[in-house]
């Protein structure tokens, strides 16, 4: 009688020889939650300097346009860094999913997935909507894009320079009553997902240890709120007649 019993196949376990390191970084959950960690804080850190950017509207048309052409003005640099910023929202987004994908496929049917593993456990309606949330600001980028980075050319003079008057496109779509709620609710989105994922970036790249992460915690609420609120300050102003 021949032996159909064949060896137990290994191959899922033991990564290929010819795979590079970086791959298997990428790869492991560690290498996820760093990669969607460092793109999450770089990603804070745009959008700080952004809302800051955007108060300037508050000084004056003059100012605004000023300071976006002045960013503009530096061609080579501008658009790299406008490339760079495009990678770095497709890796936080596409690694986010992926880490969202694991763990459902990991999680056992019918068993409730928010639980804590042990001590204070940090699991809120922010980070249990995550994913719900990231999406809708990835649906809200594209938007966002086509209405003022691809939207109407203005032009104005400035210093004896014909320039972009942003300011003109950005008052005037904030006179509109479904942008200023619109972004009213987007901003309520976002304050939500920096509300989990600025401590959860810290903790992922091991800045936090016992002591410090509720102290981070709280500290992560207050990034959430405050972006939010900063953002929200210019439509409401416009669309009550404060600025324009
Ligand atoms: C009231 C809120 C906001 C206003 C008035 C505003 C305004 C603008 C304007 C005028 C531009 C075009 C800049 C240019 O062409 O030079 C822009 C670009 C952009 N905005 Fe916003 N923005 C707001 C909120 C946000 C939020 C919440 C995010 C992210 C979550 C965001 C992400 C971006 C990105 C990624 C760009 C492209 C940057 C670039 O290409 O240089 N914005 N925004």
Same mark, same amino acid.
């Given at each position: 009688m021949t032996n159909t019993l064949k060896a137990p196949n290994n191959q899922a376990e033991t990564p290929p020889p010819s795979a590079s390191p970086l791959l298997t970084f990428y790869r492991s959950s560690i290498g996820k939650k760093l990669i969607t960690g460092f793109t999450g804080l770089a990603l804070v850190t745009f959008v700080l300097v952004h809302m800051a950017g955007n108060l300037l509207l508050f000084v004056g048309r003059d100012a605004y346009n000023a300071y976006a052409l002045l960013v503009s003005n530096f061609h080579v640099v501008y658009y790299a860094f406008e490339l760079a910023l495009a990678a770095i929202v497709l890796l936080h987004a596409w690694v986010g999913i992926e880490i969202f994908w694991r763990r459902r496929q990991a999680r056992p049917e019918?068993?409730? %997935?928010?639980?804590?593993?042990?001590? %204070?456990?940090?699991?809120?309606l922010s980070s249990r909507t995550m994913i719900i949330t990231g999406l809708a600001l990835a649906v809200f980028l594209v938007i966002h894009l086509r209405t003022f980075r691809f939207g109407t050319y203005y032009p104005t003079e400035l210093g004896g320079d014909t320039v972009r008057d942003l300011a003109r496109l950005v008052i005037e779509k904030f006179n509109e009553w479904p942008y200023v709620v619109g972004y009213t609710v987007i901003l309520g989105l976002l304050a939500s997902h920096l509300r989990h994922g600025f401590w959860s970036a810290l903790q992922s790249i091991g800045l936090l240890n016992r002591e410090i992460r509720p102290l981070a915690y709280g500290t992560s609420a207050v990034v959430g709120v405050g972006i939010a609120a900063g953002f929200l300050l210019l439509p409401w102003a416009i669309y009550l007649g404060w600025v324009g």
């Open positions: 019918g068993y409730s %997935a928010y639980q804590s593993a042990g001590g %204070a456990s940090y699991q809120t």
